[in-house]
């Protein structure tokens, strides 16, 4: 299972410290588990776009999309959850 969770920068410094044992147990909690069958996740803040620019050419293109490096990999069935 994968699963997204947001905490507090300190919370991550305990924790590769090993001392953030409720911490880390109230991030999961609160965490939001992906869905079997997801896609690929990417942060679009790397796609460098300008959405208010009028030119065409600074619009994201399918390929940007697509070749875009992945954050956390597409689900894949039977893989090591």
Same mark, same amino acid.
Do not use: C, H, P, R
């Given at each position: 299972m994968k699963i997204v %969770? #947001? %905490?507090p920068?300190?919370?991550y410094e305990y924790c590769k410290a090993e001392e953030?044992? =409720?911490e880390v147990h109230l991030a =999961?909690?609160?965490g939001i588990p992906l869905p079997k069958g997801h896609g690929d996740? =990417? #942060?679009r803040n790397e796609l460098a776009? #300008? @959405?208010?620019?009028s030119d065409w050419n #600074? @619009?994201?293109s399918v390929e940007q999309i697509k070749n875009a490096k992945a954050i956390v990999e597409a689900y894949k069935e039977g893989a090591e959850e």
């Open positions: %969770i #947001d %905490i920068e300190v919370f953030g044992a =409720i =999961i909690k609160n996740l =990417i #942060d776009v #300008d @959405y208010t620019s #600074d @619009y994201v």
